[in-house]
């Protein structure tokens, strides 16, 4: 019947939120920042999960129009999946629809797609990096060991298992945070992660002291049936209470139904709640003192539920027996059916286990309700298990139910491909917190028993590493296909910590990887750097200074480039970059704009630039190619202080130096020999100069293309008009004037 004066959220016998019941689905929504992760669509041919770019989408005709007209849509993966796209291929002369749309001007368009179950959100990032940061503090605790000689500390075991404890139950935590961000589908998937978790915390991962204690294991297994899947809902316990006015409340056999699942689920604050709310006690109070006092007497007994399964344990289970029997062959003065329906949740708290079975809806329900009023052990559990199943056999369709039954069991490799196929990154710190424990095998008892190391041959997935090796390292492999430097630190340092007996395939995948890392700061190179020394990998530090030369390059910061090409070891490269310099400078007939380049040439390097700055820029390789830059900067600066006689020997050894390139030969001829030293009205020169400047100029080749493109690019700036239009006469004519100038030395 209907309860009078009734408010839902004031008198709810059921805190819901307060029991930490799975959130309600409203909440998860959040249409503006959150994608929703839907199933995807299966192609009817290939069978395989269909998916979407983003953003405007390549083919926006039918397949068959689109097609005809000859485009292709074509894709280039990679293994970072920001750097995989999709884009339009045509035919020369067919770009045009029929039905007028054009496709031409899409077709240098990149389309990125958006993989299935490839969380790139930062909640997601956030929580890698968390657990991640679990696993890495767990340190030495992280593998497995039993002491076989020696003295056997018993404190340091227990040490290992109560950190190992820890950590496992902050992986819980953080899933349990995480569920909160996500959308209704992923949510789902996270909250039966979330059940097979606390399944085996209760039954693996607790302190030992707690393991000895009923409450204790007692409260872990009624928390996971409990969040697994919040049952009763808010509303079977509204409708328990809006009976129709033929029965009073607790008459009806759905009331006692409820209050006994809420005691097989050990929701016993929840269950007398029930009680109470029904008036039975003030009604029973006057009609039956009997059934009054086993009613007064049942919550007595629930509020003393022992906390240990000693001593304590068997006076409160023999007080519940003889309750349940006392009363069950009494005579009462209630209705037979109500007598009945109360006998049966007393002979439920007393461990019957016929009503244990009766009284569950599922089989977990009924293996909590076995274990806390039938025997609290451990040693009964498969034999709870088995009895649960057969009464009522587990959702084939529900991947937490199934997993937790193998957890029962003791079958934990079962339960790993069951979580991998819901969350990689859960199963794998799973799997490690489980090898830990010593649930699982370790690799070097695999190693052990297989007769020894495969050697360098071996590899990540070898079948030597353990099933927690091989889930992480996937794991770490598939954190490279973010384009994000978070999750790559975190996928190079799980295969850094991972215990494995194969180290040399660990290095080879260290040096894989590291090219590869996308870098963003200076701290990121000096750790990529601080990496490759730590694990002795002098080649790929040398790749990794070629990136950071290319990059420079594109970025126009030849100094920086050559620095690290040079410490790369790419002479060649430092080389070319120099003489670039010198010919950017050369071409222009003054220093450079460039102030970290002019104080390096120049002796006042020391003086402008802090000495620290100073010796990481500048490599003893740069000093060197950056030489005959240096000479002809000095040059500028002797034209600059009319110090011709200096400026002349200096240009006089440039034009001999004898890895100097052919084609500057004409370059310094024409921009600085000829206008300042050989024109008309210019100064005497010595006549063991000019001796010198003729055989320099028998070195000039007319006919190479690159001294002829030279000096063609000269010729197109301004003010040197005066100059011959081909390279040939002008050659003649630095040769007549040299001419001329033996004849003014003689003559004087």
């Not at 002796?603 to 802090?610: F, L, Q, S, V």
């Not at 005497?684 to 055989?695: F, H």
Request: glycine share 4%; proline share 4%; aromatic share 10%.
């Amino acid at each position: 019947m209907a309860m009078p004066g009734w408010n839902q959220e004031k008198d709810m016998l059921m805190d819901v939120d307060g029991l930490d019941f799975f959130k309600d689905s409203r909440e998860d929504v959040n249409q503006e920042d959150t994608r929703m992760l839907e199933e995807p669509t299966i192609d009817d041919i290939s069978g395989a999960p269909e998916t979407q770019f983003d953003g405007e989408q390549p083919i926006r005709e039918s397949l068959s129009e689109f097609k005809s007209c000859g485009f292709a849509l074509k894709f280039q993966m990679a293994p970072a999946s920001s750097r995989s796209l999709g884009y339009i291929s045509t035919r020369k002369g067919n770009a045009t629809l029929t039905n007028g749309g054009n496709h031409s001007d899409i077709n240098s368009d990149l389309y990125s797609p958006l993989f299935h179950r490839l969380d790139s959100s930062d909640d997601y990032k956030q929580f890698v990096l968390t657990c991640f940061e679990i696993y890495k503090n767990l340190d030495e605790d992280r593998v497995f060991s039993i002491p076989t000689m020696g003295l056997v500390s018993q404190t340091s075991r227990k040490e290992h298992v109560e950190a190992v404890n820890l950590a496992m139950e902050a992986l819980i935590d953080e899933v349990d945070s995480f569920i909160a961000t996500q959308s209704i589908v992923r949510a789902s998937e996270l909250g039966d992660c979330l059940a097979i978790l606390n399944c085996i915390q209760a039954f693996f991962f607790t302190t030992a002291s707690a393991t000895d204690q009923t409450g204790g294991l007692a409260r872990q297994l009624t928390h996971w049936i409990n969040r697994a899947d919040g049952e009763p809902s808010e509303l079977v316990v509204d409708q328990v209470f809006r009976q129709g006015p033929a029965k009073k409340v607790y008459e009806t056999s759905s009331f006692w139904k409820l209050v006994n699942q809420l005691l097989l689920r050990g929701l016993f604050d929840q269950a007398i709640g029930v009680l109470e709310k029904s008036n039975i006690f003030k009604d029973l109070e006057t009609t039956c003192e009997l059934t009054f006092s086993v009613l007064t007497d049942v919550v007595l007994l629930l509020k003393q539920y022992p906390s240990s399964n000693g001593e304590e344990y068997r006076e409160w289970k023999a007080a519940s027996l003889q309750l349940s029997q006392y009363y069950c062959e009494s005579s009462s003065e209630v209705d037979a059916e109500l007598r009945n329906m109360i006998c049966d949740m007393v002979l439920l708290i007393s461990g019957t286990q016929a009503k244990i079975l009766q009284y569950s809806s599922y089989w977990y329900e009924a293996f909590c309700g076995l274990f806390m009023f039938y025997i609290p052990t451990l040693e009964l559990s498969e034999e709870y298990l088995q009895l649960s199943l057969k009464a009522h056999p587990l959702d084939v369709c529900s991947t937490w139910e199934q997993a937790c039954a193998e957890i029962i069991r003791g079958k934990i490799y079962a339960v790993l491909p069951m979580i991998e196929s819901l969350d990689s990154c859960i199963a794998a710190f799973f799997a490690a917190f489980c090898e830990a424990q010593g649930l699982l095998e370790s690799g070097n008892s695999l190693v052990e028993r297989q007769g020894g190391y495969e050697g360098i041959e071996g590899d990540l997935f070898s079948s030597n590493n353990s099933m927690a090796s091989f889930l992480l390292h996937g794991f770490a492999l598939e954190l490279c296909s973010f384009d994000d430097k978070h999750l790559w630190s975190v996928a190079i340092g799980i295969l850094a910590m991972t215990p494995s007996p194969n180290g040399s395939a660990v290095r080879v995948a260290v040096a894989e990887l590291l090219p590869h890392f996308p870098f963003q700061s200076n701290d990121d190179v000096e750790w990529l750097l601080t990496l490759c020394a730590k694990w002795r990998l002098p080649e790929v530090a040398k790749t990794i200074y070629r990136i950071l030369g290319n990059n420079f390059i594109s970025e126009n910061n030849v100094i920086e480039a050559m620095t690290n090409f040079s410490k790369a070891g790419e002479f060649e490269w430092v080389k070319h970059y120099s003489w670039m310099i010198f010919e950017a400078s050369a071409l222009q007939g003054a220093p450079l704009e460039d102030e970290i380049i002019d104080a390096i040439v120049s002796k006042k390097a020391h003086a402008e630039i802090p000495k620290e700055i100073l010796e990481a820029v500048l490599t003893d390789a740069m000093k060197q190619a950056l030489s005959p830059y240096a000479v002809l900067y000095q040059l500028y600066q002797q034209l600059g202080q009319k110090d011709l006689n200096n400026a002349l020997e200096n240009l006089l050894n440039l034009l001999e130096f004898p890895y100097l390139p052919k084609h500057y030969l004409a370059l310094l001829a024409a921009n600085l020999l000829y206008p300042v030293f050989l024109c008309e009205g210019s100064r005497q020169i010595p006549e063991d100069k000019i001796i010198r400047l003729i055989k320099a100029i028998d070195r000039f080749e007319n006919d190479d293309s690159k001294s002829i493109a030279m000096y063609a690019a000269l010729k197109e700036k301004p003010g040197n008009d005066e100059l011959p239009e081909q390279l040939s006469d002008f050659v003649k004519r630095v040769r007549q004037r040299l001419n001329l100038k033996i004849c003014e030395e003689y003559i004087t």
